[in-house]
């Protein structure tokens, strides 16, 4: 018989419940497990009824962030053997609670939306494919590689705190296009970026850029907008769309 793990899982429906309450559940673990599978088990093998984000199961959606032993985790990519037991699995804890471990993103993906993450593309369109030197796109590639899960907007402090702010992964999508030498949109994103809830709002903790899953420097990349800010003359606080 394969050892067994004791997972504490948050179960909560806020239609029905008074308040969250942790529920313990053995579940029986091979050596390379990760904590997804052992969420998966407790489905199909324990109580169906349990509820949580997942779908690549790859760690490439960004559908299953949790709050995992008290550290933001994507469940996909979390080995039961580097945890030590029990495990504690929370839903993220900045976001109101749907059921269990499902959480509403709608604040995230709103705040995200604020900066146009699209590309807005400058005349004249080529008749073919935008040519960039290597330098124009290491200025923005990095970005590319969020995949938007919020683990760094729930590790923050200052959203943590109440403190009015864009959040982490928005600034982030603002430097990806801000920097992307095919886009005219700049302008308009260090506007909103400029906004007392902007990226000044950051105090940096550095926290985001532990727990970000994809090793996106995310600190480091909310400073090169301020840096922007800073030398674009944009004022904290004037965004008049912020
Ligand atoms: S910056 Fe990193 S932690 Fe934040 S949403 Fe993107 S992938 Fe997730
Ligand atoms: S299930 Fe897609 S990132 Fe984990």
Known sequence: M???????????????????????????????????????????????????????????????ALVINGTVRLACKTLLQDLEPPLLVEPLATFPVIRDLVVDLTSFFEATRRVRPWLEAGEPIPEREFLQTPAELTAFAEGTKCILCASCVTACPVVKRGTPYIGPAAVVQGHRFVNDSRDVGAEARLRILAAADGAGACENFFECTKVC??????????????????AGGYVKGDAADG
């Open 213 to 230: 899953p994809r090793g996106i420097l995310v600190t480091k990349r909310i400073n090169e907008i301020k840096a922007m800010l800073q």
């Open 2 to 64: 394969a050892p067994a793990v004791e997972f504490r899982v948050t179960r909560y429906d806020p239609a029905a419940d008074e308040q969250p309450r942790l529920v313990s559940y053995e579940v029986e673990v091979a050596a390379a497990d990760r904590v997804l599978d052992g969420l998966e088990y407790i489905k199909r093998r324990l109580d169906p009824s349990v509820a949580f984000r997942r779908s690549c199961a790859h760690g490439v959606c960004g559908s299953d």
